[in-house]
């Protein structure tokens, strides 16, 4: 502390009160009488300071400690200030929103976040910010865990050893002519058991922390908005997203096995061939070949829907 003191030009005081706030913050500083501050290089802790040091981005990162659903408060946000690439995340939230209206379990030690996008495109031609989504959580969880193996399942859901660890959600705001802007909610199960979730999903979801993918939340994070953003940089400038489609189709969850696609009028089974340059997933069927714009995968396994 009194070297600390001496090195930044502050008080003794001041010191102990940053200590105190970081501590509150969540990181572990112990203070040893006569042998100074530790700092526990592996607290996992989500900050906005933290995030913004890991970051390539200068956009505004808030972390909150809990709201109703980041998607809300960032469409909020993104009608007062919130630039491109802005990102609302919240420790808890308590009504977190699933696709198709379901209820997402947002306990803390997740990462429940929402990036601000205002890319100029038609709405027509928004398809590809969703993939991009996940491949930009698949990336990061790689880079800070090269021995996870994180698949995406058909259109943005991403998986570990077949379970979901992360679930994605795109709003979109605008008219028939201009996207004015899209929040793209990321929900990733981190540092929590799924044991403390209700109901079936112990059976269809995981955590990393259950899968022993050891990762600082605040890095992952910061990593998912880079690669999103770089992604659709890319998508934006050159109007093509074969760069995103090309990784996606390198990671597709149950490729080559029978599925289930439902929620597009009926029920299909057939085997998964891949997705098309759009999108599109492509099936092979009894009947020969379908392809579907929207739905969901599913498969039967040890007797639960997944
Ligand atoms: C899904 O059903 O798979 C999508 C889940 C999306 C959850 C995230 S958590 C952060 C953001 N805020 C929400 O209310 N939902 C998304």
New binding site residues.
Partial sequence: GELMSRVIGISRVAIGKHIKALRAQGFDVYAKPGGGYTLDTVSDVLGDGLIMSYSKTDADVIVLETVK????DAKAWAEDAAVHGAMMIAKT?S??????A?H?Q?VDGGI???TILRPTVAPNDIQPVTLAAAVAVTQAIKQNNPDAHPLIKWPN?VLINGK?VC???TEFVGDMDAVRYLVV???INAAFSIKDLEGELLYTATTLQDENIDINRSKLIADVRDNLLALIDIWTETKSASHIIQYYKQHMAYKDEEVIITGAGHDTTGILVGILDDGTLKIQTDDGFEEVISGEISMRRNNHEI
């Fill in positions: 659903s980041t998607n809300i939230q009504a977190g929103r699933g696709r198709k379901r997402w947002s429940w976040s929402s859901d979901k679930g994605i959600l909610g990321i929900g």
